[in-house]
């Protein structure tokens, strides 16, 4: 009897070492998946952010019009991506400083290893405005590039 409780003591006298690295191995595959869903979840967060940024700036520029009317429905609002306002007047200097903040605010375009600023732009058509505001944001499906995004809002100012 007693040799036969001797090999028994001796097959099991590893099993534990073994239980241990198993539950090791488990355990930092685990931690690998809540690093990643961090990861995701603050690039998320991120893309959240920019958008609500473009939002506050698309109504800044709205909210300028407003407080400048007769300005706005004359077209000197009006600008395209790209485009300068011209200082001078209180339309140029309100584009001039939507422009900036923008640029301040919202990531760069890469444009084929070329960066842009975020950039605005402001369309009319009769008493519609259209106010477009684009930048960029990091690409899940391409690693290390930027996407193009865009925000569009559309206003209406009455006479």
């Given at each position: 009897m007693t040799t036969l409780?001797?090999?028994?003591?001796?097959?099991?006298?590893?099993?534990?070492?073994?239980?241990?690295?198993?539950?090791?191995?488990?355990?930092s595959i685990g931690l690998l998946?809540?690093?990643a869903l961090q990861l995701t979840s603050l690039r998320s967060n991120h893309g959240s952010a920019m958008r609500s940024q473009a939002t506050?700036?698309?109504?800044?520029?709205i909210d300028r019009m407003r407080a400048n009317r007769a300005a706005a429905l004359a077209g000197n609002?009006?600008?395209?991506?790209?485009?300068?306002?011209?200082?001078?007047?209180?339309?140029?200097?309100?584009?001039?400083?939507?422009?900036?903040?923008?640029?301040r605010t919202l990531p760069a375009i890469d444009n084929a290893g070329t960066p842009q600023v975020a950039d605005g732009s402001v369309t009319q058509t009769?008493?519609?405005?259209?106010v477009t505001i684009r930048w960029s944001d990091w690409d899940d499906a391409t690693a290390g590039a930027r996407t193009a995004l865009q925000f569009s809002m559309d206003t209406q100012l009455l006479n």
């Open positions: 409780r001797k090999s028994q003591g001796r097959r099991t006298r590893g099993f534990t070492l073994i239980e241990a690295l198993v539950a090791l191995l488990v355990l998946g809540v690093a506050f700036l698309a109504y800044d520029i609002y009006n600008i395209a991506l790209g485009a300068f306002g011209t200082s001078g007047t209180v339309a140029g200097n309100d584009l001039i400083a939507w422009k900036q903040n923008i640029a009769g008493n519609i405005f259209r």
